[in-house]
C-alpha cells in the first residue's frame, strides 16, 4: 500500500485504476480494477500510486479491503512488502499460507524474526481479545518489550489457566508458514541458514515455519526491470526461473496436503 512497484515487474507503466481508486467512497469493486497481464489468468490489483499514506488506511478500511480479497475466486497472493505496523500484520496474517522471502543477510534475517514475532503477539493478541481474558491480554501486549520465548508465556498462562494456554498454543500452531532465501550465492550455506532460522522460530516463537528453498542471485533481474520486462519471461529456463517454479509447486503441494490432513 506504501510503495507499489508490482506494475513494474510485470511490465505495466500506468497501473489505473488501482486500490486507490477502490478505497475512495463509491469507488470501483475490488473485481473492477484487476488489471489484465502479459500472462494468461494472472491479473493485478495495484496498490495505489498517486496517493499518499495510504498504507495507514482506517480500520473500516482495511476490513473493507481484506473482506473483498478473500470474496476473489482463484488463487490471490498479497504483497505486503517490509513492515511491522498492525495493517501489515493483519494482511500477512489472512494468508492460507504466510510466506516469508529474506535474503541471506543478518538484517533481512533479523528484520523476518522481528516480523514474525510480531505476528504471533498480534496473534495471540486476537485470540484473548475474542476470549474476553482482559488480564492474560495484558500479559501479552507486556511481551512486546522483553525478549521472552513466547512457549515461556503460554507455560506460565498454564499455570493459571490450562484451557486457555492449549487454545493459544494452537492458535500459534495454526499458522501455515514458507520461508524462502532470495538472492543466494551458495545452496548449502542458504539450506543451512534456512534450517536455522527455523529453529530459532520454533524455539522462541512457537511457531512452526517450512523452508521451501533458495533462488539464486541473477543479475539479469535488473535488466529486465529496466526494460519494464517480466524475468521468468526472458529467461525460461535459468535456474532462478527453474527455483521460482519448483518453490511454488511446493507450497502449493504442501497446502493442499495440509488441507487434506485437517
Known amino acids: ?39 494468461p489468468n ?6 495505489p500510486t498517486r496517493d499518499v499514506f495510504l498504507e495507514n488506511i482506517k480500520h473500516f478500511q482495511k476490513l473493507k479491503l481484506i473482506n473483498h480479497i478473500r470474496s476473489l475466486e482463484g488463487i490471490t497472493i498479497v504483497d505486503i512488502g517490509a513492515g511491522t505496523s498492525f495493517n501489515d500484520i493483519d494482511y500477512f496474517l489472512m494468508a492460507d499460507i504466510g510466506t516469508l522471502v529474506v535474503n541471506p543477510e543478518p538484517t533481512s534475517v533479523e528484520s523476518c524474526y522481528h516480523f514474525l514475532r510480531s505476528t504471533a503477539l498480534r496473534r495471540l493478541e486476537k ?32 499455570k493459571v489457566d490450562r484451557a486457555c494456554a492449549e487454545f493459544l498454543e494452537r492458535a500459534l500452531r495454526e499458522l ?40 539464486p542471485r541473477d543479475l539479469a533481474v535488473r535488466a ?19 527455483a521460482l517454479r519448483r518453490i511454488g509447486r511446493e ?12
Do not use: W
Not at 510503495?3 to 473492477?32: C, K, M, Q, W, Y
Not at 529486465?224 to 527453474?242: G, N
Not at 507450497?251 to 485437517?262: M, Q, V, W, Y
Open 176 to 215: 501455515n508458514l514458507t520461508l524462502i532465501m532470495n538472492q543466494t550465492e551458495d545452496d548449502r550455506d542458504a539450506d543451512r541458514l534456512g534450517r536455522s532460522m527455523r529453529e530459532v522460530v520454533q524455539r522462541y516463537l512457537g511457531l512452526k515455519i517450512r523452508y521451501a528453498g533458495g533462488i
Open 42 to 47: 494472472l491479473r493485478l490489483f495495484a496498490g
Open 224 to 242: 529486465c526491470l529496466t526494460r519494464f520486462t517480466p524475468y521468468v519471461r526472458e529467461h525460461p529456463r535459468s535456474a532462478t526461473t527453474r
Open 1 to 39: 500500500m506504501g510503495a507499489p512497484n508490482l506494475h513494474t515487474f510485470l511490465g505495466i507503466r500506468n497501473p489505473t485504476p488501482n486500490l486507490g481508486d477502490f478505497l475512495v467512497p463509491n469507488g470501483p469493486s475490488l473485481e473492477e480494477i484487476g488489471l489484465p497481464t502479459m500472462f
Open 127 to 158: 485470540v484473548v481479545r475474542m476470549l474476553d481474558l482482559e488480564r492474560i491480554f495484558t500479559q501479552v501486549v507486556e511481551m512486546r518489550h522483553y525478549r521472552y520465548p513466547l512457549p515461556e508465556l503460554i507455560f506460565q498462562i498454564s
Open 251 to 262: 507450497i502449493l503441494e504442501s497446502s493442499a496436503a495440509t488441507e487434506g490432513a485437517k
